[in-house]
Structures are given as C-alpha cells and as structure tokens.
T-cell receptor, first 116, second 115 residues
Framework: EAQVTQNPRYLITVTGKKLTVTCSQNMNHEYMSWYRQDPGLGLRQIYYSMNVEVTDKGDVPEGYKVSRKEKRNFPLILESPSPNQTSLYFC???????????????FGPGTRLTVL | AQSVAQPEDQVKVAEGNPLTVKCTYSVSGNPYLFWYVQYPNRGLQFLLKYITGDNLVKGSYGFEAEFNKSQTSFHLKKPSALVSDSALYFCAVRGNSGGYQKVTFGTGTKLQVIP
C-alpha cells in the first residue's frame, strides 16, 4: 500500500529537549515536505526536499532542521523545542511532472506535538 | 508571492442540498489548483486538481470544482451533500513553471453537513 508514515503520532515534551519526528514514504517520490498546521493559519511549509541531499527552507523554517540522506526518509529535527512549536505536523511526498500525478501530494497521518 | 483565500471559516449545509466551498487565488502565470480534504485525526487527502484543459474538474466522492480564470476562483462543489462529507477542506495553488514549485495552502473551511 502506497503511504507516508510518521512517528510518533503524539508527543509531549519540554522546552529545550531535542526531538526528531520521522517520515518515510514507499512511493519512490523525489519531493518531500514538512508542514505545520495551526488554527486559522492553515498549512505552512517548514522545509522541503527535491531529492537526496537537496533541501531548502519553506515559509517557517526557524527552529527546525531536516536531512535527506535516503530517498524514502525525511526526518524533522527540533534541536531546542519551544512552546511556540506546539502544533500539528504533516509530512508529504510527491512525484515531479509524471503524467497524471503532477504534484499530487500524499500526506502522512500527522504528529501532534506539545512543548511545555 | 502566491496566495490562497478561503473566505469562509465554516460552511453549514443540510444533507441532500448542494454545497459550495469557495476559494480564490493569486499566482504568477497559469495556476495549478488543488483541493484536499482532512477528516478528524487524519492527514490530508487529495480530492481533485486543475492543471489545464476543461474548466470543470471532477474528483473523488462526487466532488467537482470550476476553474474561473477571470475571477481567479476555484470553488469546490457537490450537487448533494452527505453527512460523511463533514470535514476540513483546503484549497491550494502553485505556479506551472518547470521544476519544483512551492504549494501554498489556504486556511481551510470546515464543512458541516446537517442530517
């Protein structure tokens, strides 16, 4: 089954304690993105990756890091989480320009993060 | 900069009635437009997209959307709403240049279908 998986689904942590949210896709997609969803603000892109070892900042990258060492994985790292990073996070993947599937994004189930 | 506006935070409709969820956009050049749906405690799911061609796009679960270039709109519609359509709906836009293009999402519209 084609899917994007994220772990953990729920996480409560404290300010300053480093954490990683994993994301993996099994569709061989080149493009992957991280979004955060906040009430009234919709989805905002944090980082994206166009392929292995190619990443770039989205709209709200401050306080986050990413890496893309393998095509299927795109972890999101919070080196020193703060309460304003409390949010719902989604990973998404897509394939570039292939017939019929251009830019259709496949989303993971989400990770609800609370930073105390 | 590209943007998407969903002017209604919430739309309520009676089951069996037609529904419309509004979306307007701003982007350089010709747009690629998308609708996604989010059910409670789930990720977003693709509903339909406009890339080129016919202005009326049909998608999953009986939904359709009409691209109107002059009004820069891409409203989502369904002739007869179901209670199971109750969810959060997001409109999104990207430009059509080659290579990777960032997708910008609207703030979402909560659809409530009343039995």
């Amino acid at each position: 089954e084609a899917q994007v998986t994220q772990n953990p689904r729920y996480l409560i942590t404290v300010t300053g304690k480093k954490l990683t949210v994993t994301c993996s896709q099994n569709m061989n997609h080149e493009y992957m993105s991280w979004y955060r969803q906040d009430p009234g603000l919709g989805l905002r892109q944090i980082y994206y990756s166009m392929n292995v070892e190619v990443t770039d900042k989205g709209d709200v990258p401050e306080g986050y890091k990413v890496s893309r060492k393998e095509k299927r994985n795109f972890p999101l790292i919070l080196e020193s989480p703060s309460p304003n990073q409390t949010s719902l996070y989604f990973c998404a993947s897509s394939a570039p320009g292939t017939s019929g599937s251009t830019d259709t994004q496949y989303f993971g189930p989400g990770t609800r993060l609370t930073v105390l | 900069a590209q943007s998407v506006a969903q002017p209604e935070d919430q739309v309520k409709v009676a089951e069996g009635n037609p529904l419309t969820v509004k979306c307007t956009y701003s982007v350089s050049g010709n747009p690629y437009l998308f609708w996604y749906v989010q059910y409670p405690n789930r990720g977003l799911q693709f509903l339909l997209k406009y890339i080129t061609g016919d202005n009326l796009v049909k998608g999953s679960y009986g939904f359709e959307a009409e691209f109107n270039k002059s009004q820069t709109s891409f409203h989502l519609k369904k002739p007869s709403a179901l209670v199971s359509d109750s969810a959060l709906y997001f409109c999104a836009v990207r430009g059509n240049s080659g290579g990777y293009q960032k997708v910008t999402f609207g703030t979402g519209t909560k659809l409530q279908v009343i039995p």
